[in-house]
């Protein structure tokens, strides 16, 4: 799952990227509003978290032009701004949760997955199956033809990726994009590798393989 963190208080936005990345998450991290907007209109995320006091623009302009857009990543604001007010203004506004700071990493990792569960994008496909390759998102975990196969967490990644485009012919750059941050360096060979580790757990074992490669195009998982 991909996660953006809009906050331009630069400790706090490594302290937050750092826990959620340990966690198994992808984060992208923007520290002004007009980046956050940019990278929000260009990719898909699960859960956005949010700042208020930002420059260039700020965290309620950063709101109105999500909801505006039909963004639909849930929003969790998470602010030094305390009053009443400005939690209700928030939540009024399209946020789905508020957090005020100083915050104790557990619960702002409690909030982010309690968002995700109430995802329309998460829990629309809690189980994706392609022919007998099963994930289940909810546990974590993958099985083929009832086989549990014991994914890292870019593998597992990386496999929720292909899977969700079943049949898609998927790029390099689009994998590196959705799987990886936004500051990973492009010109190493890690989908390359990941791919190969992949087909070594889900496909060589088995009859049939899943993950083809379009040559000079991409992969693409699909039954054939």
Not at 52 to 72: F, S, T, Y
Not at 82 to 93: I, T
Not at 120 to 142: M, N, T
Request: hydrophobic share 40%; with cysteine; proline share 2%.
């Amino acid at each position: 799952m991909r996660i953006l963190v809009i906050e331009d208080e630069v400790k706090t936005a490594a302290y937050v990227r750092q826990g959620l990345t340990e966690c198994g998450y992808v984060v992208d991290c923007v520290h002004s509003g007009s980046d956050g907007v940019y990278l929000a209109e260009q990719h898909e995320y699960e859960v956005i978290v949010l700042d208020i006091n930002l420059p260039e623009m700020d965290g309620w302009q950063v709101l109105e032009r999500l909801k505006r857009h039909a963004c639909p990543a849930r929003i969790l604001i998470l602010t030094a701004r305390s009053r009443l007010a400005d939690k209700v203004r928030g939540l009024e506004h399209g946020a789905d949760d508020y957090l005020i700071k100083p915050f104790e990493f557990p619960e702002l990792l409690a909030r982010v997955r309690a968002l995700m569960r109430r995802s329309d994008h998460s829990a629309s496909v809690e189980i994706i199956r392609v022919a007998d390759l099963e994930l289940d998102q909810g546990r974590h975990r993958a099985f083929r033809d009832g086989q549990r196969i014991d994914l890292t967490t870019k593998e597992f990644a990386l496999l929720h990726y292909l899977m969700r485009h079943a049949g898609v012919v998927l790029s390099r750059t689009q994998i590196i994009a959705q799987v990886w941050d936004m500051n990973f360096d492009c010109d190493t060979n890690v989908v390359e590798v990941s791919i190969r580790r992949l087909r070594a757990k889900i496909d060589e074992p088995f009859d049939a393989r899943l993950i083809h490669t379009r040559r000079g195009v991409g992969y693409v998982l699909e039954e054939r």
